[in-house]
């Protein structure tokens, strides 16, 4: 189902497109130029869910990556995860994206992560001010608050979606941040 997505086409979607766990994977790898082994699983298996290829995933998570350490250094601890993650390394399995249940439910992320899911992980006053800072207003940070409160993760992250892409009802029954992905590139293309 998924197109072609070319490295920097990531950025852009990141804004529009992307549910807030892989916008905020995203957002730390711009900032720190590394990601942490929970967040390179998560977020690497969704974009190459989004259409990602391999040559073009190595080329990306690279070029964020040497900003920080030498080439030689990537090749080595680095890329043999992704080819892995791609099926080209290993067992040869081709890992599937993670859904929302999976990001909710297993492997919560320590000090110092920036994967899991934040609506279920983020500290309530963090995601907020988050919220804020992507310029939902007031009513609808309460709402997407108050369904936190009440552990209703999946439709608190829908109702941010219906915020942000102006519509009353999503329509759909969020099960994964593909899913999420491919909903909003229908609604916006
Ligand atoms: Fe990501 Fe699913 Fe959480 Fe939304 S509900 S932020 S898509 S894990």
Not at 144 to 159: D, N, R, S
Request: charged share 25%.
């Amino acid at each position: 189902t998924a197109g072609k997505v070319a490295p920097e086409d990531i950025e852009p979607l990141s804004k529009k497109s992307f549910p807030l766990c892989m916008r905020s994977l995203h957002e730390t790898l711009r900032r720190e130029h590394h990601l942490r082994h929970g967040g390179r699983m998560q977020y690497g298996l969704f974009l190459k869910g989004i259409g990602l290829q391999l040559e073009d995933a190595l080329r990306f998570w690279r070029s964020e990556f040497t900003k920080m350490m030498d080439g030689d250094k990537f090749d080595k601890s680095y890329s043999y995860n992704i080819r892995h993650n791609y099926g080209k390394e290993g067992k040869r399995t081709d890992y599937t994206p993670y859904s929302c249940m999976k990001v909710i439910m297993t492997n919560a992320p320590a000090v110092g992560d920036h994967h899991g899911c934040p609506f279920r992980h983020t500290d309530p006053e963090l995601l907020k001010q988050r919220l804020q800072g992507y310029r939902v207003n007031t009513t609808g940070v309460q709402e997407i608050m108050e369904l936190v409160k009440g552990g209703h993760y999946q439709l608190a992250c829908t109702k941010y979606y219906e915020i942000t892409h102006n519509v009353d009802d999503a329509g759909f029954g969020l099960n994964h941040p593909n899913q999420y992905f491919e909903e909003s590139q229908k609604v916006l293309n």
